[in-house]
């Protein structure tokens, strides 16, 4: 699960690396643009200035004048040109770091393997084909806790993960809204350093990045169930009948054998309505 995730936060920070990348070719592009107007500007005035200094060999000088005058400094034409030699170099890169790749050897591990085959898409984990279904609903864990909005995870080995939202972006998720939407908020917000924040900071306070303080943190779920394990029960009446019990028998272990060699761990889950909570039930139940 840690590596499928993973593999979706690389793909969630590549997405930015590029729109920023994509900002700063913009920039950069647009900076050579406007240095060559300048350096047009500057070649002109020095012509001229060199025109009046050197009399002498006006034979010279005006046809450099004139064809620096005449030369078509259109900003599509510049912005061709500066594509042109970006791409040039691009290529160049290119071909010194493919020789450079020749020269380092195989690892044993993956001689003989062939790069063509295998699926090797990135995609989110919600796209999975571990994955067995996925559901917002509500959980608590005993009569005085408080309903919590979770993301309900079933994978297709009998697994039901329960990733509660973070409290500050909960009141966007409700019972109803889309599963992928709550997993975009359980991925950890990626935060771009700008010049400013850079320049403000000191060795004393520098910025950690959220990389740093447990990526994964809300990534991992804050209760995993195994449904061969569990029982299933509703209330037949009273307001309740959104919601449904699951309570799982679990070994213990350590200084909690003393105490008895089982407990029975339950949670109380609550969907959008009832027919989406019968409809969950049935699925559940078929997971056993």
């Given at each position: 699960m840690h590596y499928r995730v993973a593999v979706a936060y690389q793909s969630f920070l590549?997405?930015?690396?590029?729109?920023?990348?994509?900002?700063?070719f913009g920039i950069m592009k647009e900076t050579e643009c406007q240095r060559r107007m300048d350096v047009r500007e500057y070649l002109v005035a020095f012509i001229q200035?060199?025109?009046r200094l050197y009399v002498s060999l006006p034979h010279l000088q005006e046809p450099v004048l004139k064809g620096l005058v005449a030369r078509d400094m259109d900003h599509s034409t510049l912005e061709e040109a500066v594509q042109s030699n970006i791409q040039k170099r691009a290529e160049r890169l290119a071909r010194e770091e493919a020789k450079t790749k020749k020269n380092i050897p195989t690892p044993k591990?993956?001689?003989?393997?062939?790069?063509?085959?295998g699926n090797f898409t990135l995609q989110s984990p919600m796209q999975s084909e571990l994955l067995g279904s996925a559901k917002i609903v509500e959980r608590k864990g005993g009569m005085m806790s408080s309903w919590k909005i979770s993301l309900a995870i079933v994978t297709v080995d009998s697994f039901l993960h329960l990733f509660d939202l973070p409290l500050s972006k909960a009141g966007k998720i409700t019972l109803g809204s889309a599963p992928e939407a709550a997993f975009q908020m359980l991925v950890p917000s990626v935060e771009i350093p700008t010049t400013d924040a850079i320049n403000q900071s000191n060795k004393k306070s520098m910025p950690v990045t959220n990389f740093i303080k447990g990526w994964c943190e809300n990534l991992t779920p804050s209760e995993s169930m195994v449904l061969p394990h569990c029982s299933i029960s509703q209330p037949k009446y009273g307001r309740e009948t959104t919601s449904f019990e699951i309570q799982e028998e679990v070994s213990n272990t350590g200084a909690s054998k003393?105490?008895?060699?089982?407990?029975?761990?339950?949670?109380?889950?609550?969907?959008?309505?009832?027919?989406?909570?019968?409809?969950?039930?049935?699925f559940l139940e078929k997971q056993k």
């Amino acid at each position: 699960m840690h590596y499928r995730v993973a593999v979706a936060y690389q793909s969630f920070l590549w997405e930015k690396a590029s729109s920023e990348l994509s900002k700063l070719f913009g920039i950069m592009k647009e900076t050579e643009c406007q240095r060559r107007m300048d350096v047009r500007e500057y070649l002109v005035a020095f012509i001229q200035r060199q025109e009046r200094l050197y009399v002498s060999l006006p034979h010279l000088q005006e046809p450099v004048l004139k064809g620096l005058v005449a030369r078509d400094m259109d900003h599509s034409t510049l912005e061709e040109a500066v594509q042109s030699n970006i791409q040039k170099r691009a290529e160049r890169l290119a071909r010194e770091e493919a020789k450079t790749k020749k020269n380092i050897p195989t690892p044993k591990s993956l001689k003989g393997v062939d790069p063509n085959e295998g699926n090797f898409t990135l995609q989110s984990p919600m796209q999975s084909e571990l994955l067995g279904s996925a559901k917002i609903v509500e959980r608590k864990g005993g009569m005085m806790s408080s309903w919590k909005i979770s993301l309900a995870i079933v994978t297709v080995d009998s697994f039901l993960h329960l990733f509660d939202l973070p409290l500050s972006k909960a009141g966007k998720i409700t019972l109803g809204s889309a599963p992928e939407a709550a997993f975009q908020m359980l991925v950890p917000s990626v935060e771009i350093p700008t010049t400013d924040a850079i320049n403000q900071s000191n060795k004393k306070s520098m910025p950690v990045t959220n990389f740093i303080k447990g990526w994964c943190e809300n990534l991992t779920p804050s209760e995993s169930m195994v449904l061969p394990h569990c029982s299933i029960s509703q209330p037949k009446y009273g307001r309740e009948t959104t919601s449904f019990e699951i309570q799982e028998e679990v070994s213990n272990t350590g200084a909690s054998k003393m105490f008895g060699k089982t407990t029975i761990k339950k949670i109380t889950v609550r969907t959008f309505n009832k027919k989406e909570t019968q409809e969950w039930i049935q699925f559940l139940e078929k997971q056993k």
